[in-house]
Structures are given as C-alpha cells and as structure tokens.
C-alpha cells in the first residue's frame, strides 16, 4: 500500500516496513524518526527499527493485525512534521591520512582537490546521524560536501581497522569494529565507538551532530 510517497510491506507475519523512495534527505529520516516514536505508542507494537529511507515496526499479531497497522500508519504519516530528534552535539577527533586514512590520496584524485583540501572540507562540514546499521554502533551520517563524494572501493577490504574514517559514495561514517568494508578510509578516530559493557553501548544516536575535529593529518 502507498500514501504519498510512503510504501508499505510485510515482512513475515509480524514485521510492517515502511519505505521512502531514494535519496535519503535530513527531512525524511526526521519524518521516519517521528513515525517511529508515534508507532511505539501503538498497541502490540513493541519495536521501531529506523533505516535508511525506511522504518520497520515489530508488532505481535495476537494484539494487532497487519492491516490494522497499515491504516494507523497511513493515517498518523501526513499529520507528522519533519522535528528533528533534540540530537547530541559530538566532536570527533581524527588522524588523517597516512596508514590511519590510506585511502586519503585515492579521494584527493577522485575529487580533484589537494589531501589538504579533503581533509579541511571533511573537518568543516556538519553531519547528522541517519541510522546505526550495518555493524553495532555504525552511524551512516548525511551531510558530506557533494565535492567530496567518492565511491566505495572497487576491492573491498578483509578487514578494515576499528575506529577508521570513512566516505562511502555521499555519505561519511565510522567503523566501530574490525570488519571487512569498502569505504574509502581518510582517517582513525582515538574515540571506540561501540562498547557492549558501556550502559549506552554506541557513542553515537540518530539525530546526535557530529564535527570532525583534526588531530593530525599525513599526506
């Protein structure tokens, strides 16, 4: 079913999807974010998963239906407002380039523009938390400089270091864990960014604004 421009899904017999077509923009995640506190209000709704461009709400079909679901969503979505989340403000520092960002001279070429320039662009821009996926505490940020986009690499890595800085195509985020990945690595935060025995396990929140700050930088 479609309201607008939302589309919805089941996924099994008791998960709602709800998607938002491509690209993903601030305004949308914040519309997504405000349907997800809305749904967590809901009867037999016990949990609200925000992706990118999309929300998955868990219910228990013994408390509500699908269907049921379907129509409060399509009825709450054109009364919620982009509101933001009243996200943190978090400085993250950063060693560019040299063997913490290898991939630093790879974006330079991409982009046209000298290590310094990536480096002092990357630092000066202010992002915003989409979502947390893909690894625990992996924050996707929205809020690159269109200049300094740069495609995943065409070999991904078997193991990229925990902490490292990266640009995947438009958008910028942190590898909390050692994974394999192939986002082009600028840089390594001194700062964990994922930490099971911590009472908040992931440093970073949707909604939360970060800055890179330079540490240090090696061409």
Known sequence: MTEGLLRLH??????????LPAPA???????????????LRWRGVHEALPGMNNLSLLFDPSQIDMVELEMQVLSAWPQLSAAGIEGR?????VAYGGESGPDLAEVARHTG??????????????Y????????????????????????????????VPARSVGIGGEQTGIYPLVSPGGWQLIGRTSLDMFDPDAAEPTRLRPGDRVRFVVESMEA
Not at 130 to 157: D, Q, S
Request: aromatic residues 6%; hydrophobic residues 50%.
């Open 128 to 159: 915003v938390v989409y979502l947390l996926g893909f690894l625990p505490g992996f924050a996707f940020m929205g809020g690159l400089a269109p200049e300094l986009a740069t495609p995943r690499r065409k070999e991904p890595r078997v193991a």
């Open 10 to 19: 089941s996924l099994g017999e008791a998960a709602l999807v709800c998607e």
């Open 89 to 93: 403000r978090i400085e993250i520092p």
């Open 113 to 126: 523009l000298s290590p310094a320039e990536v480096v002092k662009r990357h630092s000066a821009g202010d």
């Open 25 to 39: 923009t601030l305004a949308q995640q914040q519309r997504i974010w405000a349907l997800a506190a809305e749904a």
